[in-house]
């Protein structure tokens, strides 16, 4: 089993920027596509932004696409979500996950096996 372990969030002025990282431990990192999703209080869990296991694609949530870019190293065993032109409804908890969802999936929470502890983010106006 893999263990994630999220990092680099804080509070940030709107407009400014985060980098997210995740570390995972195990030999099998590189076997999984990975994933970001944010929680913000009294909504649901949903999803940012998904990389496949190569880092040659990514997948973006309408919300976040241009602001946001997930990178990953797999000789690193961790995974980025470089945060830029932040907005307050940014604000949330945010969960790397890996798994092996379809290029069609990415988005689909129940496609990820295994979850970190999340970090907060604020982004005050």
């Known amino acids: 089993q893999v263990q994630l372990v999220e990092s680099g969030g804080g509070l940030v002025q709107a407009g400014g920027s985060l980098r997210l990282s995740c570390a995972a431990s195990?030999?099998?990192?590189?076997?999984?596509?990975m994933g970001w999703f944010r929680q913000a209080p009294g909504k649901e869990r949903e999803f940012v932004a998904g990389?496949?296991?190569?880092?040659?694609?990514?997948y973006y949530a309408d919300s976040v696409k241009g602001r946001f870019a997930i990178s990953r190293d797999n000789a690193k065993n961790t995974v980025y979500l470089h945060m830029n032109s932040l907005k307050p409804e940014d604000t949330a908890v945010y969960y790397c996950a890996g798994g092996r969802p379809s290029s069609g999936s990415y988005d689909v929470i129940h496609r990820y096996d295994f979850w970190g502890q999340g970090t907060q983010v604020t982004v005050s106006s």
């Open positions: 990389i496949n296991r190569s880092g040659s694609s990514t």
């Open positions: 195990g030999r099998t990192f590189s076997s999984y596509a």
